[in-house]
């Protein structure tokens, strides 16, 4: 549900594929993840790729979530099972919270596409330095069902009962009453 007498405000996303062997050229997840933050009327603040190894993830992400001028970043790919898949393992530790509604309707959604198959995913998402963080799978498919089936809603201000926008200000409560951060 979407109150349009609310207005519409821009979020800054960064989008971070994980991966050995795309390019920005080649990189279809990262670039549907673009087009859709564009045709939202977001602002894709920064895009970039990283090697599959737990410090250049972990490195990326957290010197994006210090930056003021990015609200959310979007990781895709690292989340299955094989040997190189660790982009969860790179960022949950330094999850301040954790999402787990986030994984479980990922799941939900992915398995009206792929049925059981989605057990093979480990999306997840949480916050970091007050910043939104999700951890995605590397396939278009699953970058598209993210997007279009929890991300975009929750990340307009309009949509109701409530979304992320409207909670942003007031991620970094914690560290104003004198509290630490991951």
Not at 173 to 181: F, W
């Amino acid at each position: 549900m979407s109150d349009e007498t609310r207005p519409f405000i821009p979020v800054r996303i960064a989008v971070l594929t994980v991966s050995d062997s795309r390019t920005l050229a080649d990189d279809k997840s990262g670039q549907t993840l673009a087009d859709r933050i564009a045709l939202a009327d977001h602002v894709l603040a920064a895009r970039d790729i990283v090697r599959d190894d737990k410090e250049e993830i972990r490195e990326r992400v957290l010197n994006w979530s210090r930056d003021k001028n990015i609200d959310v970043v979007i990781t895709t790919g690292g989340t299955g099972f094989t040997g190189r898949d660790v982009t969860p393992e790179a960022l949950e530790p330094i999850f301040e919270k954790r999402m787990d509604g986030f994984s479980e309707l990922f799941h939900r959604i992915s398995y009206d596409k792929i049925g059981t198959s989605t057990v093979q995913s480990r999306a997840t998402g949480g916050v970091v330095n007050a910043t939104f963080v999700f951890v995605l799978p590397g396939s278009p498919g699953a970058c598209k069902d993210a997007w279009d089936g929890i991300l975009m809603p929750q990340l307009d201000y309009r949509h109701m009962p409530c979304n992320f926008v409207e909670i942003m200000p007031r991620l970094d409560e914690h560290l104003k009453r004198g509290g630490k951060s991951a």
